[in-house]
Nanobody, 129 residues
């Protein structure tokens, strides 16, 4: 069992930065590939970024590539999402998720919410223009 708690959301202006954190408990996050998803009002949950178990591979949605960076600190059981140059269209609830599969998957698999077994409660990010 894994518990995930996101933090770091807030209200910022366009062009600002935020760093989201996802703290895991109950099981070391070092054993799980991790992802970030977001859901804007009236829209489906969408993939943002993912990182494999070792942190050696990262994956990004085209809409955030070059602006967002996912990283992990396995010693702290924490995954981060550094978000730079935020835009109003980044406004959403951001969720972290853990994939408990024992081996890394092919990169494209991490784009699908269905591969993740555990989800956090979400943190709101609002970007004003």
């Amino acid at each position: 069992q894994v518990q995930l708690v996101e933090s770091g959301g807030g209200l910022v202006q366009a062009g600002d930065s935020l760093r989201l954190s996802c703290a895991a408990s109950g099981r070391t996050v070092s054993r799980a590939a991790m992802g970030w998803f977001r859901q804007a009002p009236g829209k489906a949950r969408a993939f943002v970024a993912a990182i494999n178990r070792s942190g050696g591979s990262t994956y990004y949605a085209d809409s955030v590539k070059g602006r967002f960076t996912i990283s992990r600190d396995n010693a702290k059981n924490t995954v981060y999402l550094q978000m730079n140059n935020l835009k109003p269209e980044d406004t959403a609830v951001y969720y972290c998720a853990a994939d408990s599969a024992p081996l890394d998957r092919s990169g494209s698999s991490y784009y699908s919410a269905g591969v993740y077994d555990y989800w956090g409660q979400g943190t709101q990010v609002t970007v004003s223009s």
